[in-house]
């Protein structure tokens, strides 16, 4: 049902202050976690300034290390949704388990997928059964086509309201990077299925500083938005801090990504 031959049409999603998929490139940012009310309320206000219109921020977060930070659940939940409602934005978030669908769906306006989870077929077909559109990430060892076939597991069910992420994927070189971010994913997947395509750079590179030329390679690369992290004071952050970019480098770098969809 993804596939460009039986569906020609773009799949263009609407949330409240959004339109992924269609003309306007869209910038999602926010920290990697929500860590308090207070700081996530500030990040809000960054990243519209930058021109997102989606702020992102983990509630659930699928940690390396079960000693992590592992999020603040319901509460973070109820954090994004008022930053996210107090800067007439909308939200994304990450939903890890097929028990808890519900209650992020009581709050969130896009359901986040991640990397790690982009095979767990219930909680794609849970998911699939909602109405709430879907950030399905590319996982860390997947390919093209296992990415197509975990998007039909949502579209069987009926929701077909999706979007598909690069975040970068693991190859034999992974030392100055975290990963390949594979960017000739982008253009192939316009090609093959009629859902938006959305970048990561932040995940894909995993350094601040190889963020900006990689979200502006990405734009280039015809995506239809970006999906980045940001962090106020990165050596404190609670998970990814060394791939958060501070306000005024997500700013300068936003601007950027804008002129290049202009010329693409
Ligand atoms: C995230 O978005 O913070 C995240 C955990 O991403 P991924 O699933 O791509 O690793
Ligand atoms: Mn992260």
């Not at 031959?5 to 940012?29: S, Y």
Request: proline fraction near 5%.
């Amino acid at each position: 049902q993804g596939s460009r031959l039986f569906h020609p049409q773009d799949t263009v999603i609407k949330t409240p202050h959004a339109v992924i998929g269609g003309a306007e490139f869209i910038m999602m940012a926010g920290p990697c976690s929500v860590e308090s009310e207070e700081h996530v309320k500030k990040m809000a206000k960054v990243a519209k300034e930058g021109g997102a219109k989606i702020i992102r921020g983990g509630a659930f977060k699928p940690r390396t290390s079960p000693y992590s930070f592992q999020g603040l659940g319901e509460e973070g939940l109820k954090y994004l949704r008022e930053a996210a409602d107090e800067n007439g934005m909308d939200m994304i978030t990450e939903v890890m388990d097929d028990e808890h669908v519900e209650m992020v769906a009581k709050y969130t306006d896009i359901f986040q997928i991640g990397a790690r989870n982009m095979q767990n077929f219930s909680l794609l077909k849970t998911v699939g059964k909602t109405n709430i559109p879907v950030a399905l990430k590319r996982g860390m060892s997947a390919t093209i086509d296992d990415l197509l076939n975990a998007a039909e597991y949502i579209v069987s069910e009926g929701n077909r309201q999706i979007m598909l992420l690069e975040r970068g994927i693991r190859t034999f070189d992974n030392k100055y990077t975290r990963n390949t971010f594979d960017l000739g994913a982008v253009p192939v997947l316009k090609k093959l299925t009629h859902y938006p395509v959305i970048v990561d750079p932040s995940h894909a590179v995993g350094e601040w500083d190889l963020v900006t030329p990689m979200a502006l390679a990405g734009a280039a690369s015809g995506a239809d938005g970006m999906i980045v992290e940001i962090h106020d004071e990165p050596t404190k952050a609670l998970s990814d801090g060394p791939q958060a970019l501070k306000p005024k480098t997500y700013l300068k770098m936003a601007q950027k990504v804008f002129e290049v969809h202009q010329v693409i």
